[in-house]
């Protein structure tokens, strides 16, 4: 009910779905906005790249993508829930087991255009680079954990 688009929103497509989602977005506590949008944005891409590495390669399937992605984003038993539980309207997130087994599912086709486009999603936009940059920092850092690298 609360919904109104803003004055610069109004002559653009998906005005209304703009207004929902800047309604829902924010319902997720400030001191986890930024691991729910870190978790979106991998589920927009890098999930994408490692179900094209799985049409070639059978042994990633779904569930073991999404450990991945616990594991890449430095998280721990039950965050992916904790997290994006303020978005349940939006986005549903089931646990496969008690492992890091996950299947992460946007209820709205339109949900990954909107957080894709800075231009709709402003604050709340996922941007590509971004994530990747992080997962490459978390990779170094294994890397150089391990002592793999000099």
Known sequence: MAMRPTPTDTNMPYTELNALYTLVVPGVPLHKIEKALDILSFVLTI?????????????????????YM??????????????????????????????????IRFLHVSLGDFLLDPTRSHKFYCNPE?????????????????????
């Open 130 to 150: 971004r994530i990747i940059t992080k997962l490459v920092e978390v990779c170094i850092q294994h890397l150089n954990a391990g002592g793999m690298l000099c």
């Open 47 to 67: 999930d994408p790249i490692l179900s094209a590495i799985a049409i070639e390669d059978t042994s990633i399937p779904e569930w073991k993508r999404t450990s």
């Open 70 to 103: 616990v594991l890449l984003l430095s998280l721990q038993m039950g965050d992916i829930e904790d997290y994006l539980a303020n978005l349940s309207s939006l986005v549903q997130v089931e646990c496969l087991s008690s492992t890091h087994r996950y299947q």
